[in-house]
């Protein structure tokens, strides 16, 4: 045998057990991997832990050599809504840091990770109402359930769109929607979602997955080599668009929260303004006695 | 022989009367003149415009007076159609005395427009990304004629002389890019101008690492297009280019041309300028960089001994500990 061994990167299990409180993975025999975002196994709270894990995952499991496709959902009827208060409270107690670390590198890490590094189609499945959709609709295809509403609550919470939802919208969408909804915060219905171009079709709900893999089996056809390259052909936009206008942009939202300060743990919840009520396993509201200094350091010691 | 082929037609445009149309007379030089003439001296002959940059008649003191005062100049004096040239340069010894105000004391205060701690964040947006935004698309957009930058010893905010169509420097005409310097980012539109004339590699380095950029550098970078001898001369030899523009193309072509000249700084603006600004002035705010007048006073000491070693064919780099003179490996 050679001298040395393969540095292996972590199999799809070390992946699937490093992101298990963020994501729900499985995978199929053929290589279809779908990834489930849940908090505690119930709809999503918006936390800084998953808004950092969202760019980890899609490197580690993008470069992993045996998933030949991902799928991406949400769990319930609910997108992201909502923000877990004690997960935020870095920003308040080291906003400059904290905006810098977890919401610049991480917030731009999240897409540029999604299109720069997967290797494999993605097809993101749009489970839920509420914001972050750019998590569904950056993917290269996407469908969407056909009861679900689509806003961006940046101008509603007082921030510049800039952390990426403009730069998807912006390519999706044509211009004066994507201004209207990016400046107003409007809802959109799931078949003005269609009808714009976010999505490329509407499924019921309950044959939302079997929709989705009935996709994956159509790719999962094509050779392999085949369907990497055309994947690349269908980014090539998207890494364009990234480069155009997200970095300098998400430096104009930091600029815009610093002049006027809106921290994550004090935004108001979507669910009133969406009509959802959603069956949340984990906490939202601060707890009685809150360590707001171990928090932040917990944060900062995050790798 | 290249030179002036064709009569001037300065003072010949042709205009309808605007008591008869009911027009709007733009507003004429002797008010913006007047206007400004705290900051800029100004004069007017054959359709070229010269104005000077000026504190009490010597190097320009930099604060929102001139800031702000500038994108009013390159919108009023830009759009005036009875300009057809305009010549934008320094007075005295330098371009640029320094970031500040003179007090009336004579002591020299900080410019606390410039300021961005918490509490006053707001001037980040109103003194500097509102006015430097504009200041660098008033250049590019709004002045309608050829222009000319005369950049005269000791300069920084190069860009007011870097986006003119053509630029002149003097023989002792030296800069350094000071944002990194001072712990800032360099997306206040510099970065456009300075990659544009220097090529990607040497503007990286020279933001990097605050690299001296004497007059005979700047010739052979393809940032000015003479030297001159001194200012006098300087703005002579603009005024000789302008009365040559001006007996070459008519007002029209001149006009024209100069569009077809500032196209790309346009895409490059339009691309990148309002979003760099904003991301410069996030980091501004959170790194607290000083607008402080001590770092030009050391560039100054650095720029002494660059022009001294230029003249040895020495250079001195860049260093932790500066100021050694070396040859350059070439």
């Known amino acids: 045998m050679p001298n040395t061994n393969?540095?292996?990167?972590?199999?799809?299990?070390?992946?699937?057990?490093?992101?298990?409180?963020?994501?729900?993975?499985?995978?199929?025999?053929?290589?279809?991997?779908?990834?489930?975002?849940?908090?505690?196994?119930?709809?999503?709270i918006w936390s800084m832990e998953l808004h950092d894990a969202i760019g980890k995952m899609w490197r580690m499991l993008g470069t992993e050599r045996s998933t030949e496709m991902i799928i991406f959902t949400g769990t319930d009827e609910a997108w992201v809504t909502d923000f877990e208060k004690e997960s935020w409270i870095p920003e308040s107690v080291e906003p400059a840091a904290t905006r810098y670390n977890h919401m610049f590198i991480d917030g731009r890490r999240m897409l540029i990770a999604q299109i720069q590094?997967?290797?494999?189609?993605?097809?993101?499945?749009?489970?839920?109402?509420?914001?972050?959709?750019?998590?569904?609709?950056?993917?290269?295809?996407a469908i969407a359930?056909?009861?679900?509403?689509?806003?961006?609550?940046?101008?509603?919470?007082?921030?510049?769109?800039?952390?990426?939802?403009?730069?998807?919208?912006?390519?999706?969408?044509?211009?004066?929607?994507?201004?209207w909804y990016l400046l107003s915060g409007a809802k959109m219905t799931a078949e003005e979602a269609l009808k714009f171009g976010l999505v490329s079709e509407l499924v019921p709900r309950e044959k939302l997955m079997d929709r989705a893999y009935e996709i994956a089996d159509l790719l999962m056809a094509q050779n392999r080599y085949t369907r990497r390259l055309a994947t690349q052909v269908m980014r090539r936009g998207w890494k364009q668009r990234i480069v155009d206008d997200l970095d300098m942009t998400f430096g104009t939202e930091c600029f815009g929260m610093f002049t006027d300060s809106h921290e994550h743990s004090n935004m108001q919840s979507m669910n009133d303004y969406l009509n959802l009520k959603p069956d949340y396993k984990g906490?939202?509201?601060?707890?009685?006695?809150?360590?707001?200094?171990?928090?932040?350091?917990?944060?900062?010691?995050?790798? | 022989m290249i030179r002036?082929?064709?009569?001037?037609?300065?003072?010949?445009?042709?205009?309808?009367?605007?008591?008869?149309?009911?027009?709007?007379?733009?507003?004429?030089?002797?008010?913006?003149?007047?206007?400004?003439?705290?900051?800029?001296?100004?004069?007017?002959?054959?359709?070229i415009l010269e104005a000077r940059m000026h504190t009490n008649g010597d190097s320009l003191q930099w604060n929102a007076q001139a800031h702000q005062g500038l994108?009013?100049?390159?919108?009023?004096?830009?759009?005036?159609?009875d300009n057809e040239v305009i010549i934008l340069g320094g007075s005295g010894p330098d371009l640029f005395k320094g970031i500040g105000r003179q007090q009336p004391d004579g002591t020299w205060g900080i410019a606390h427009e410039f300021a961005s701690e918490p509490e006053h964040a707001w001037r980040l947006y109103d003194y500097q990304y509102y006015d430097g935004t504009n200041d660098i698309e008033g250049q590019v957009f709004d002045v309608e004629v050829p222009t000319i930058g005369?950049?005269?010893?000791?300069?920084?905010?190069?860009?007011?002389v870097l986006f003119s169509d053509i630029t002149l420097c003097t023989e002792d005409a030296w800069t350094t890019e000071m944002h990194f310097r001072v712990n800032m980012v360099p997306g206040d539109g510099i970065q456009i101008a300075w990659r544009e004339l220097m090529g990607r590699k040497r503007f990286a380095y020279a933001e990097l690492t605050g690299e001296i950029i004497t007059a005979r550098k700047a010739l052979e970078l393809g940032m000015v297009n003479e030297i001159c001898t001194d200012t006098e001369a300087a703005y002579a030899r603009a005024h000789e280019i302008a009365e040559l523009i001006m007996h070459t193309g008519t007002r029209q072509t001149r006009r024209l041309t100069v569009q077809q000249l500032r196209k790309p700084w346009k895409q490059d603006v339009a691309n990148e300028l309002r979003?760099?600004?904003?991301?410069?002035?996030?980091?501004?705010?959170?790194?607290?960089?000083?607008?402080?007048?001590?770092?030009?006073?050391?560039?100054?000491?650095?720029?002494?001994?660059?022009?001294?070693?230029?003249?040895?064919?020495?250079?001195?780099?860049?260093?932790l500990d500066g100021g050694r003179e070396e040859d350059e490996i070439k």
Request: with cysteine; charged share 25%; net charge negative.
């Open chain 2, 4 to 47: 002036g082929n064709y009569e001037s037609d300065a003072g010949k445009r042709k205009e309808l009367s605007h008591a008869e149309l009911g027009t709007i007379p733009h507003m004429p030089f002797e008010e913006y003149s007047e206007r400004l003439k705290d900051f800029l001296i100004m004069k007017r002959e054959n359709g």
């Open chain 1, 6 to 44: 393969f540095v292996n990167w972590p199999t799809f299990d070390q992946i699937k057990e490093m992101f298990k409180e963020h994501f729900i993975m499985d995978r199929r025999e053929d290589g279809v991997v779908t990834v489930r975002m849940h908090t505690l196994g119930g709809p999503l």
């Open chain 1, 283 to 303: 906490a939202l509201d601060l707890p009685e006695n809150v360590d707001r200094e171990a928090v932040a350091r917990r944060a900062e010691e995050a790798n």
């Open chain 2, 150 to 160: 005369v950049w005269n010893g000791a300069a920084f905010h190069t860009d007011l």
């Open chain 2, 71 to 81: 994108h009013y100049f390159f919108d009023w004096a830009g759009r005036d159609p």
């Open chain 1, 117 to 141: 590094d997967v290797e494999v189609p993605t097809l993101g499945v749009l489970s839920g109402s509420g914001g972050h959709t750019e998590l569904a609709l950056c993917c290269d295809l």
């Open chain 1, 145 to 179: 359930a056909d009861d679900i509403t689509i806003l961006d609550p940046h101008m509603l919470v007082g921030n510049v769109p800039g952390d990426g939802i403009h730069s998807c919208f912006f390519q999706l969408m044509p211009y004066r929607q994507a201004v």
């Open chain 2, 275 to 319: 979003n760099a600004f904003a991301t410069e002035m996030w980091n501004t705010a959170t790194e607290h960089s000083p607008h402080e007048v001590s770092f030009w006073e050391w560039a100054h000491e650095e720029a002494e001994l660059v022009k001294a070693a230029e003249k040895k064919g020495k250079v001195i780099r860049p260093r």
